[in-house]
């Protein structure tokens, strides 16, 4: 029998519906992204360019001292009994390591509200705040240098450091957010290793730069140098900050799901407490003891390895900063071909607990042999660290919620900064025991055996972060969700067998319950349009993020889904 006049019409004003629906959608798109599309794959790398570029000025001055170190450990006035003598700042041993200490610490306090902080206020706020904390942190540290009392110097440039320290880590945790919010299941440990690649340009620049600038015009011109580079890191910060909150701004007002967690990111209405950091899963807290110990390790090494060369092989100032450098120098091209090859194939787990049992001989070569050279050594150290920096803080955003990624960050950088503060410390300590006592330091044998010790504190402390970085991996095989050591290639395979073959009929008149058509297959969730259906659920999200679930059907649709039974379904009507 044909279908009833009123059975026709119904469904004729749903399909008419339907197709201006579509045309809306359609004219709405070309006049809102005619200029820049946020939803277009360039737009999140012109973001991935500014928050690199935020990092390079901090990096290039986190750094400096390190360079500087003779210069500020040389004596104010020189002797008259010396003839061969060059001035300098007049710092001992352990006020040189306390400028990182100092560093360290308050970066450890700040960086936990600066998490919250970001949280609760978005990208733009946290990115502006503390770049500009950076700028003035290096200005008054660079000032603190020109002054000639010994006391006053050291109480400004503590002051500087401590500002920088406030700014800096808190910076980080905005690039991390930035890259998590924008590349998670994309190209995340990419962005990361890029953010890593930028910071470390500008730690390689300052070893390479740092030296013959403060030769030619003295030291604190050589730091208001590093200042200014700073001063570029706050400016791109406002031009990422911007991109940031437009590219959300638009998707809102035009109910479009750019990215669940760049949504979930900059809405502002995220309910984030405190209270949230204990309920924080087991596998991020031993990730974070990865985290603490890698850099224990990592940067008070960096911070005396120019001196370390000078004085064990014999190189002089300029020669041992570049041998130095020459660890970072190997990030900047082993980095994004790690990142890029760790998105696709995973296996985060195994490749951080692999590159720190590879580190162990580092360091027992710097404190028992004294017969090879350094720098094979530090291009091979430069090696195992990329392997692990490159996804060890790409981890974190795979085992916490995206609207909580800033704290979580926060936290991790804390207890970070906290074991980096600690660590400079015992070097320190370890150090001037002797530095500043016996004559003729390079060639003095208790000298070199305090070098000894601090190298064997190192292969303890790398010890235990490859003993971390093991049952991590091992946590996350057995007892986890295989999330560290899952790339595109798993979840393209995940979503082609749980997803697009076992679609049928009734999964598409389920899809007809959401808000949104049914869109294209995407490699994350089930469908990429306004209404998507995640692949591990029974509910669909609309373009404002919010769920629904399969039984809140629109009337429309419910009616639609009736009608179609009355009319096609044997022994109705006839």
């Known amino acids: 029998m044909e279908p009833t006049s009123s059975s026709f019409d119904l469904n004729s004003c749903i399909e008419t519906t339907e197709n201006v629906i579509e045309e809306l959608q359609s004219s709405t798109s070309k006049k809102v992204f005619s200029v820049m599309d946020p939803t277009r794959t360039y737009f999140r790398f012109v973001v991935l360019f500014f928050t690199c570029v935020m990092s390079f000025g901090n990096y290039y001055c986190f750094d400096m001292p390190s360079v500087l170190q003779s210069q500020f450990q ?65 200005s008054v540290f660079a000032l603190g240098s020109s002054l000639k009392d010994p006391s006053t110097m050291m109480t400004t440039m503590l002051a500087g450091r401590l500002l920088f320290g406030a700014g800096d880590g808190s910076v980080t945790i905005v690039q991390y ?14 962005a990361f290793s890029m953010k890593l690649v930028a910071s470390r340009l500008g730690s390689t620049l300052n070893f390479f730069l740092t030296d013959k600038i403060a030769t030619e015009v003295g030291i604190w011109k ?15 910060a406002l031009i990422v900050g911007t991109l940031d909150s437009k590219a959300s701004e638009i998707c809102s007002r035009n109910q479009l799901l750019l990215s669940q967690h760049v949504n ?15 309920k924080l899963p087991k596998i991020y807290w031993m990730i974070c003891a990865s985290i603490v110990f890698f850099y224990c390790t990592l940067f008070p090494f960096v911070a005396d390895s120019a001196k370390f ?33 760790v998105d696709f194939y995973g296996f985060r787990g195994f490749l951080c607990a692999s590159a720190q049992v590879l580190t162990v001989p580092v360091f027992l070569f710097f404190a028992l042999d004294y017969s090879s050279k350094p720098l094979p050594l530090f291009i091979y150290y430069g090696v ?8 060890l803080w790409a981890c974190i955003p795979l085992v916490v919620s995206p609207n909580f990624v800033g704290t979580a960050m926060g936290v991790a950088s804390c207890v970070q900064m906290l074991g980096i503060g600690t660590s400079n410390m015992v070097v320190g300590w ?50 986890g969700e295989q999330k560290l050591n899952r790339g595109k290639r798993s979840l393209m395979r995940l979503m082609r067998t749980n997803v697009v073959v076992n679609i049928n009929s009734n999964d598409r008149d389920e899809h007809e319950g959401c808000d949104s058509p049914l869109g294209e297959p995407d490699e994350t969730f089930g469908y990429s349009a306004l209404g998507k259906k995640d692949s591990t659920s029974s509910y669909c999200s609309n373009g404002s993020g919010r769920s629904t679930s399969s039984s809140e059907v629109s009337p429309l649709y419910e009616e639609r889904r009736n009608s179609r039974s009355s009319l096609y379904s044997p022994g109705v009507n006839a």
């Open 74 to 138: 040389a004596p104010l006035s020189c002797p008259q009994n010396y003839s061969n003598c060059s001035t300098g700042l007049g710092m001992s041993s352990r006020q040189y390591n306390l400028l990182y200490a100092v560093y360290s610490w308050t970066n450890a306090i700040v960086v936990i509200f600066s998490g919250f902080f970001i949280d609760k206020f978005g990208n733009m706020a946290g990115a502006l705040n503390f770049s500009l904390l950076c700028f003035l942190g290096s």
């Open 177 to 190: 957010r930035l890259c998590s919010m924008w590349f998670k299941n994309k190209e995340l440990a990419f």
């Open 222 to 236: 050589t730091l208001a140098f590093g200042a200014g580079l700073c001063g570029l890191g706050l400016l791109s």
């Open 264 to 278: 979930e990111a900059n809405t502002g209405e995220s309910i984030v407490k405190f209270s949230h950091i204990t």
């Open 309 to 341: 060369v000078s004085d064990k092989y014999q190189y002089d100032n300029d020669k041992a900063s570049l041998i130095a450098g020459s660890l970072y120098d190997v990030s900047l091209f082993v980095m994004p071909l790690i990142g890029g090859i």
């Open 384 to 391: 195992t660290y990329s392997l692990t920096a490159s996804v």
């Open 430 to 479: 370890l150090l001037d025991d002797v530095t500043d006592d016996v004559s003729d330091k390079p060639l003095h044998p208790r000298y070199l055996d305090q070098w000894r010790n601090v190298m064997l504190y190192f292969l303890g402390t790398t010890t235990i972060c490859a003993l971390c970085c093991l049952m991590t991996c091992l946590y996350d095989l057995c007892f």
